[in-house]
Protein backbone atom coordinates (compact mmCIF):
# COMPACT_ATOMS: atom_id res chain seq x y z
CA UNK A 1 0.00 0.00 0.00
CA UNK A 2 2.90 2.40 0.90
CA UNK A 3 4.49 1.99 -3.10
CA UNK A 4 0.45 2.71 -4.24
CA UNK A 5 0.58 5.73 -2.46
CA UNK A 6 4.29 6.98 -3.48
CA UNK A 7 3.14 5.85 -6.72
CA UNK A 8 -0.19 8.06 -6.87
CA UNK A 9 1.75 10.92 -5.28
CA UNK A 10 4.35 11.24 -8.13
CA UNK A 11 1.93 10.16 -11.02
CA UNK A 12 -0.51 12.91 -9.82
CA UNK A 13 2.08 15.79 -9.60
CA UNK A 14 3.56 14.88 -12.30
CA UNK A 15 1.13 15.38 -14.41
CA UNK A 16 0.02 18.54 -12.47
CA UNK A 17 3.75 20.11 -13.22
CA UNK A 18 3.54 19.96 -16.90
CA UNK A 19 0.11 21.80 -17.36
CA UNK A 20 0.74 25.71 -17.38
CA UNK A 21 -2.26 27.72 -16.49
CA UNK A 22 -2.73 28.82 -19.75
CA UNK A 23 -3.01 25.33 -20.82
CA UNK A 24 -5.94 25.23 -18.05
CA UNK A 25 -7.22 28.36 -19.49
CA UNK A 26 -6.52 30.30 -15.99
CA UNK A 27 -5.55 34.36 -16.50
CA UNK A 28 -1.99 34.91 -15.68
CA UNK A 29 -0.97 37.60 -13.84
CA UNK A 30 2.79 39.35 -13.11
CA UNK A 31 5.05 37.79 -10.94
CA UNK A 32 7.44 33.98 -10.81
CA UNK A 33 4.82 31.48 -9.98
CA UNK A 34 7.26 29.29 -7.37
CA UNK A 35 5.62 25.93 -8.62
CA UNK A 36 6.10 24.13 -12.26
CA UNK A 37 2.66 23.94 -13.52
CA UNK A 38 -0.30 24.37 -11.60
CA UNK A 39 -0.74 24.85 -8.21
CA UNK A 40 -2.85 22.43 -6.00
CA UNK A 41 -5.51 24.70 -5.37
CA UNK A 42 -5.79 25.08 -8.97
CA UNK A 43 -6.58 21.27 -9.33
CA UNK A 44 -8.67 21.39 -6.76
CA UNK A 45 -10.71 24.59 -7.95
CA UNK A 46 -10.67 22.80 -11.70
CA UNK A 47 -12.00 19.59 -10.29
CA UNK A 48 -14.74 20.99 -8.19
CA UNK A 49 -13.31 19.55 -4.98
CA UNK A 50 -11.87 21.06 -1.93
CA UNK A 51 -8.06 21.64 -1.71
CA UNK A 52 -7.98 19.84 1.42
CA UNK A 53 -9.62 16.78 -0.58
CA UNK A 54 -7.41 17.11 -3.20
CA UNK A 55 -3.93 16.97 -1.13
CA UNK A 56 -5.44 13.97 0.38
CA UNK A 57 -5.21 12.22 -2.85
CA UNK A 58 -2.06 13.87 -4.32
CA UNK A 59 -0.65 12.71 -1.21
CA UNK A 60 -1.39 8.86 -2.26
CA UNK A 61 -5.09 8.52 -0.67
CA UNK A 62 -7.19 8.01 -3.74
CA UNK A 63 -9.54 4.96 -2.12
CA UNK A 64 -13.06 5.56 -1.80
CA UNK A 65 -12.55 8.19 -4.93
CA UNK A 66 -15.61 8.53 -6.53
CA UNK A 67 -15.51 7.99 -10.51
CA UNK A 68 -16.86 11.56 -11.14
CA UNK A 69 -13.82 12.66 -9.53
CA UNK A 70 -11.57 10.68 -10.89
CA UNK A 71 -13.02 11.59 -14.29
CA UNK A 72 -12.87 15.40 -13.30
CA UNK A 73 -9.30 14.68 -12.27
CA UNK A 74 -8.43 13.39 -15.89
CA UNK A 75 -10.43 16.29 -17.49
CA UNK A 76 -8.39 18.90 -15.10
CA UNK A 77 -5.00 17.63 -15.51
CA UNK A 78 -5.18 16.83 -19.59
CA UNK A 79 -4.97 13.21 -19.01
CA UNK A 80 -4.85 11.05 -22.19
CA UNK A 81 -6.67 7.52 -22.71
CA UNK A 82 -3.86 5.57 -20.95
CA UNK A 83 -3.30 8.18 -18.23
CA UNK A 84 -6.45 7.94 -17.43
CA UNK A 85 -6.74 4.08 -17.26
CA UNK A 86 -3.92 4.13 -15.54
CA UNK A 87 -5.11 6.74 -13.02
CA UNK A 88 -8.01 4.31 -12.54
CA UNK A 89 -6.03 1.35 -11.68
CA UNK A 90 -4.34 3.24 -8.71
CA UNK A 91 -7.14 3.94 -7.27
CA UNK A 92 -8.36 0.67 -7.69
CA UNK A 93 -5.57 -0.83 -5.98
CA UNK A 94 -5.51 1.59 -3.08
CA UNK A 95 -9.34 0.57 -2.29
CA UNK A 96 -9.28 -1.68 0.82
CA UNK A 97 -11.02 -4.87 -1.03
CA UNK A 98 -8.26 -7.40 -2.24
CA UNK A 99 -7.20 -6.57 -6.30
CA UNK A 100 -8.52 -10.05 -8.01
CA UNK A 101 -5.17 -11.43 -9.27
CA UNK A 102 -4.61 -12.13 -12.78
CA UNK A 103 -1.68 -14.03 -13.91
CA UNK A 104 -0.88 -13.46 -17.30
CA UNK A 105 -0.99 -15.95 -19.64
CA UNK A 106 2.70 -18.20 -20.13
CA UNK A 107 1.10 -19.87 -23.20
CA UNK A 108 -1.34 -19.97 -25.86
CA UNK A 109 -3.96 -21.89 -27.31
CA UNK A 110 -3.04 -24.61 -29.86
CA UNK A 111 -5.83 -22.74 -32.03
CA UNK A 112 -4.22 -19.15 -31.49
CA UNK A 113 -0.68 -21.19 -32.53
CA UNK A 114 -3.22 -22.19 -35.97
CA UNK A 115 -4.28 -18.71 -36.37
CA UNK A 116 -0.22 -17.55 -36.40
CA UNK A 117 0.74 -19.86 -39.13
CA UNK A 118 -2.14 -19.45 -41.18
CA UNK A 119 -0.17 -15.90 -41.41
CA UNK A 120 1.86 -16.99 -43.28
CA UNK A 121 3.29 -14.02 -45.54
CA UNK A 122 3.07 -11.34 -42.70
CA UNK A 123 5.45 -11.90 -39.53
CA UNK A 124 3.25 -12.39 -36.64
CA UNK A 125 3.51 -12.91 -32.73
CA UNK A 126 1.91 -12.90 -29.75
CA UNK A 127 2.60 -11.25 -26.64
CA UNK A 128 1.50 -11.01 -22.66
CA UNK A 129 1.55 -7.46 -20.96
CA UNK A 130 5.05 -8.01 -20.01
CA UNK A 131 6.31 -8.43 -23.86
CA UNK A 132 7.28 -12.03 -22.92
CA UNK A 133 6.93 -12.99 -26.83
CA UNK A 134 4.79 -16.45 -25.86
CA UNK A 135 4.40 -17.80 -29.70
CA UNK A 136 5.72 -16.55 -33.69
CA UNK A 137 4.72 -17.63 -36.79
CA UNK A 138 8.00 -18.59 -39.05
CA UNK A 139 7.89 -15.11 -40.43
CA UNK A 140 7.62 -13.54 -37.14
CA UNK A 141 10.85 -15.33 -35.65
CA UNK A 142 12.79 -14.43 -38.57
CA UNK A 143 12.12 -10.87 -38.38
CA UNK A 144 12.58 -10.73 -34.62
CA UNK A 145 15.53 -13.31 -34.93
CA UNK A 146 18.44 -10.99 -32.64
CA UNK A 147 15.80 -10.73 -30.11
CA UNK A 148 15.34 -15.09 -30.36
CA UNK A 149 19.08 -15.44 -30.24
CA UNK A 150 18.58 -14.54 -26.00
CA UNK A 151 18.45 -18.49 -24.85
CA UNK A 152 15.80 -17.96 -22.25
CA UNK A 153 12.03 -18.29 -22.77
CA UNK A 154 10.06 -17.11 -23.70
CA UNK A 155 12.14 -13.88 -24.87
CA UNK A 156 10.89 -10.31 -23.70
CA UNK A 157 11.79 -7.96 -25.95
CA UNK A 158 11.94 -5.25 -23.27
CA UNK A 159 14.46 -6.93 -21.66
CA UNK A 160 16.25 -6.86 -25.50
CA UNK A 161 16.34 -3.36 -26.00
CA UNK A 162 17.19 -2.30 -22.72
CA UNK A 163 20.13 -4.41 -21.93
CA UNK A 164 21.51 -5.85 -25.69
CA UNK A 165 23.63 -3.97 -27.33
CA UNK A 166 22.46 -4.93 -30.41
CA UNK A 167 18.91 -3.31 -30.12
CA UNK A 168 20.20 0.34 -30.70
CA UNK A 169 21.23 -1.13 -34.21
CA UNK A 170 17.90 -3.15 -34.75
CA UNK A 171 15.43 -0.63 -33.62
CA UNK A 172 16.16 2.64 -35.83
CA UNK A 173 14.23 4.40 -33.87
CA UNK A 174 15.73 3.38 -30.60
CA UNK A 175 14.84 6.30 -28.02
CA UNK A 176 11.38 6.42 -28.92
CA UNK A 177 10.88 2.17 -28.64
CA UNK A 178 12.74 2.74 -25.31
CA UNK A 179 10.28 5.26 -23.81
CA UNK A 180 6.94 3.00 -25.30
CA UNK A 181 8.59 -0.14 -23.73
CA UNK A 182 8.33 1.33 -20.48
CA UNK A 183 5.41 3.41 -20.63
CA UNK A 184 3.65 -0.05 -21.84
CA UNK A 185 5.53 -1.52 -18.78
CA UNK A 186 4.06 1.14 -16.28
CA UNK A 187 0.66 0.49 -17.68
CA UNK A 188 0.65 -3.13 -17.34
CA UNK A 189 2.27 -2.40 -13.54
CA UNK A 190 -1.47 -0.39 -13.52
CA UNK A 191 -3.44 -3.33 -13.83
CA UNK A 192 -1.59 -5.98 -12.25
CA UNK A 193 0.38 -5.05 -9.61
CA UNK A 194 1.42 -7.80 -7.82
CA UNK A 195 1.96 -9.96 -10.75
CA UNK A 196 5.56 -11.37 -9.40
CA UNK A 197 7.16 -11.80 -12.64
CA UNK A 198 6.48 -8.06 -13.77
CA UNK A 199 7.82 -6.69 -10.48
CA UNK A 200 11.29 -9.32 -11.18
CA UNK A 201 11.33 -7.83 -14.85
CA UNK A 202 11.02 -4.07 -13.80
CA UNK A 203 13.53 -4.88 -11.04
CA UNK A 204 16.14 -6.06 -13.24
CA UNK A 205 16.26 -3.58 -16.11
CA UNK A 206 16.64 -1.14 -13.00
CA UNK A 207 19.13 -2.09 -11.57
CA UNK A 208 20.77 -3.11 -15.03
CA UNK A 209 20.08 -0.35 -17.30
CA UNK A 210 20.74 3.45 -16.44
CA UNK A 211 18.27 4.38 -19.44
CA UNK A 212 15.42 2.32 -18.35
CA UNK A 213 15.74 3.84 -14.50
CA UNK A 214 15.14 7.37 -16.37
CA UNK A 215 12.39 6.22 -18.56
CA UNK A 216 10.39 4.53 -15.77
CA UNK A 217 11.15 7.62 -13.41
CA UNK A 218 9.51 9.48 -16.14
CA UNK A 219 6.07 8.18 -15.20
CA UNK A 220 4.83 8.49 -18.80
CA UNK A 221 1.79 5.30 -20.01
CA UNK A 222 1.41 4.65 -22.75
CA UNK A 223 -1.35 2.37 -25.35
CA UNK A 224 0.49 0.68 -28.53
CA UNK A 225 -1.92 -0.23 -31.06
CA UNK A 226 -0.78 0.72 -34.23
CA UNK A 227 1.71 2.54 -35.99
CA UNK A 228 5.28 2.00 -38.23
CA UNK A 229 8.23 -0.12 -37.15
CA UNK A 230 11.02 0.99 -38.40
CA UNK A 231 14.00 -1.72 -38.28
CA UNK A 232 17.55 -2.57 -39.68
CA UNK A 233 17.67 -6.34 -39.58
CA UNK A 234 20.63 -8.21 -39.70
CA UNK A 235 20.18 -10.07 -43.25
CA UNK A 236 17.89 -8.13 -45.17
CA UNK A 237 18.33 -4.76 -43.95
CA UNK A 238 16.47 -1.49 -43.38
CA UNK A 239 12.10 -2.20 -43.00
CA UNK A 240 9.44 0.08 -42.62
CA UNK A 241 6.84 -2.37 -41.38
CA UNK A 242 3.18 -0.84 -40.41
CA UNK A 243 1.62 -2.90 -37.43
CA UNK A 244 -1.25 -3.72 -35.71
CA UNK A 245 -1.44 -4.98 -31.99
CA UNK A 246 -5.14 -6.42 -31.37
CA UNK A 247 -6.38 -8.26 -27.82
CA UNK A 248 -7.46 -11.42 -28.22
CA UNK A 249 -10.61 -11.43 -26.49
CA UNK A 250 -10.84 -15.27 -25.59
CA UNK A 251 -7.47 -14.51 -23.89
CA UNK A 252 -7.24 -12.15 -21.67
CA UNK A 253 -4.14 -10.16 -21.38
CA UNK A 254 -2.95 -11.17 -24.86
CA UNK A 255 -1.98 -8.96 -27.37
CA UNK A 256 -1.09 -10.32 -31.40
CA UNK A 257 0.77 -8.19 -33.38
CA UNK A 258 1.02 -8.55 -36.98
CA UNK A 259 3.54 -6.45 -39.55
CA UNK A 260 2.65 -5.60 -42.83
CA UNK A 261 4.25 -3.85 -45.78
CA UNK A 262 2.78 -1.61 -48.71
CA UNK A 263 2.39 -4.08 -51.92
CA UNK A 264 5.39 -3.10 -54.49
CA UNK A 265 7.33 -1.24 -51.60
CA UNK A 266 11.37 -1.85 -50.82
CA UNK A 267 9.76 -3.47 -47.67
CA UNK A 268 7.40 -5.78 -49.19
CA UNK A 269 10.56 -7.10 -51.42
CA UNK A 270 12.54 -7.61 -48.04
CA UNK A 271 9.51 -9.55 -46.96
CA UNK A 272 10.11 -11.76 -49.24
CA UNK A 273 14.12 -11.99 -49.07
CA UNK A 274 13.29 -12.34 -45.24
CA UNK A 275 10.53 -15.63 -46.36
CA UNK A 276 13.05 -17.31 -48.15
CA UNK A 277 16.02 -16.90 -45.35
CA UNK A 278 13.41 -18.37 -43.03
CA UNK A 279 12.82 -21.34 -45.19
CA UNK A 280 16.64 -21.87 -45.54
CA UNK A 281 17.32 -21.85 -41.47
CA UNK A 282 14.19 -23.88 -41.27
CA UNK A 283 15.46 -26.59 -43.35
CA UNK A 284 18.87 -26.16 -41.82
CA UNK A 285 17.75 -26.59 -38.24
CA UNK A 286 15.73 -30.01 -39.36
CA UNK A 287 18.71 -31.55 -41.15
CA UNK A 288 21.27 -30.35 -38.07
CA UNK A 289 18.58 -31.93 -36.19
CA UNK A 290 17.83 -35.34 -37.86
CA UNK A 291 21.73 -35.60 -37.73
CA UNK A 292 22.05 -35.57 -33.96
CA UNK A 293 18.64 -37.52 -32.97
Known amino acids: MAETRAEIREFLSSRRARITPEQAGLPVYGGNRRVAGLRREEVAMLSGVSVDYYVRLERGNLAGASDSVLDALARTLLLDEAEREYLFDLARAAGPAPLRQQ ?30 ILAANKMGRALYSPVF ?14 LNPAAREFWRDYDQIANDAAAMLRLEAGRNPHDSEL ?7 STQSE ?4 RWASRDVVHHRSGVKRIHHPVVGDLDLNFESMELPSEPGLVMNVYTAAAGSPTADALKVLASWAATQET ?10
Do not use: C, M
Not at 111 to 131: E, F, I, K, M, T
Not at 211 to 214: A, D, G, K, S
Open 103 to 132: RPASSVRPAVLQVLDAVSDAPAWVRNGRHD
Open 149 to 162: DDPRRPVNTTRFTY
Open 199 to 205: IKLVGEL
Open 211 to 214: VFRE
Open 284 to 293: ATAEHESRTS
